[in-house]
């Protein structure tokens, strides 16, 4: 017998079928929120974010990302243009390589504190320009690239997803070593190739060193 997850008897496979069950049309409020440039009531949400998630879509499939800095590290540079400053990570390129095969990208932005979150989709394109990186420098230390973001469309998020998760609920935050270390992800994945005790003991001072 089948699992009810291996059952594609019941699967949704075009509008037709999702309309069956989502049978109900989306109101006007579901529809009016949605704007084609960085409407003003907007802009204090990007400006507001440390967190956002960059979605991208290259030959292998989709593939998301997370970016964080200081609130408003994503600069709204005009009413239909974004620029994200690509800061220090793991070197796997995987977002950039896909903009790079297809520029069709896709934002969340989040608020710690905030139950919405806001929702950009555009094309981006990839910039190494010199002054552009200055424009983002910390400390001296200058992003590789930055993404030129033209926005196609914006909105908000209602907060239902956010409530149910409590995600800002402080009481509910998960003590981390509840969960599998860095290191020993490494360890087990790399069949010990790499030592799990070694790199965990090393991981708070070269986060904290390598930033930007």
């Known amino acids: 017998m089948l699992s009810p997850w291996q059952d594609r008897s019941h699967d949704l496979t075009d509008e037709a079928a999702l309309r069956r069950i989502y049978s109900e049309l989306p109101g006007d ?15 204090p949400f990007i400006e507001a974010s440390p967190f956002a998630v960059l979605a991208t879509l290259g030959p292998k499939g989709l593939d998301t990302s997370p970016r964080g800095d200081a609130p408003g590290f994503v600069e709204i540079a005009d009413d239909r243009t974004l620029l994200l400053p690509d800061r220090r990570g793991n070197n796997r390129i995987d977002s950039l390589r896909n903009i790079a095969h297809d520029p069709r990208v896709a934002l969340l932005f989040l608020i710690p504190g905030c139950n919405e979150a806001l929702r950009v989709n555009g094309e981006a394109r990839i910039s190494a320009a010199p002054a552009l990186l200055e424009r983002f420098a910390v400390d001296g230390k200058l992003p590789r690239s930055v993404l030129v973001v033209s926005v196609r469309s914006i909105f908000f998020q209602c907060g239902r997803a956010v409530m149910r998760s409590k995600l800002w609920d402080a009481a509910r935050h998960v003590d981390r070593k509840t969960l599998p270390s860095i290191g ?19 991981l708070p001072a070269r986060q904290s060193s390598t930033l930007y």
């Open 29 to 43: 409020t579901s529809l009016a929120k949605v704007a084609d440039h960085v409407h003003a009531l907007y802009r």
């Open 184 to 202: 020993c992800v490494l360890e087990t994945l790399s069949e010990s190739r790499i030592d799990g005790g070694a790199y965990d003991a090393a």
